[in-house]
């Protein structure tokens, strides 16, 4: 199996979409009681107030909230041994409650699915190859942490990944860093990155090496052009106002 395959999973099993409202509010104030005879029948212009702050709950909530069971992704493969990155683009499932599914379309059409102990690698043109998920813990950390992710589980997520949160609504950061050991010593972090309660960038920071984004959502819409890895980074890292 290849060394990359649980890397993409950390990436590719976190799924979300749709949107939520961004904080607003107006205020208004007077001047002394002759001012305010004057603009008696005006109607104040509404004011921006600082927009707030956001914790792990405030993100596990929206994301818990919007969850949704597809969504398309663009990942971008980096290796000296290609002249130019290779672009995938497919779609990540969740049919059920117990089954995770990757499928690949362009370049070529793979399909891997991880359901209950067992993952499964089915490749056009060649035999469907199913091994345990216990020769590869990593993908059954995240299979009990995707759950959790999606359930809320703050306490269970916790049990996998420290996390921490960052930004406002309309620009958040949620930063899980692996507990384990063996994780740890190939992932650094593996970071969501995220507009209200859109979901549109993964970015996996192996031990060596550049952090890797996977595009999600409207962000992999918007990657049709993108064939560098400094093209997706600003992709991931852009939030449209």
Do not use: N
Not at 200 to 226: F, H, M, N, W, Y
């Amino acid at each position: 199996m290849p060394r990359t395959f649980p890397h993409r999973w950390q990436a590719g099993c976190l799924l979300l979409a749709m949107l939520a409202a961004p904080a607003w509010s107006a205020t208004q104030s007077a001047d002394g009681a002759q001012r305010a005879s004057q603009s008696r029948d005006r109607v104040p212009a509404p004011a921006a107030v600082a927009p707030r702050s956001v914790d792990a709950d405030w993100i596990l909530q929206r994301l818990t909230q919007h969850g949704a069971t597809a969504t398309p992704f663009v990942e971008l493969r980096v290796s000296s041994m290609l002249k130019r990155p290779l672009v995938l683009s497919g779609e990540y499932r969740r049919p059920d409650a117990d089954t995770l599914v990757r499928e690949v379309r362009t370049p070529y059409v793979e399909t891997t699915t991880i359901r209950g102990t067992e993952a499964t690698i089915a490749r056009e043109g060649r035999a469907a190859r199913t091994f345990s998920l216990a020769r590869v813990p990593e993908l059954a950390a995240l299979q009990g942490s995707f759950g959790a992710l999606l359930a809320g589980d703050r306490k269970a997520l916790e049990t996998v990944y420290a996390l921490e949160a960052d930004g406002v609504p309309a620009d958040w950061t949620l930063t899980l860093s692996p507990r384990d050991a063996r994780l740890a010593g190939r992932v650094t972090a593996i970071v969501l990155r995220g507009r209200d309660a859109e979901l549109r960038c993964i970015e996996t920071r192996p031990k060596q090496g550049d952090a890797q984004p996977t595009l999600l959502g409207s962000a992999a819409t918007a990657a049709a052009a993108v064939d560098s890895l400094d093209a997706a980074q600003r992709l991931c890292h852009d939030v449209p106002r």
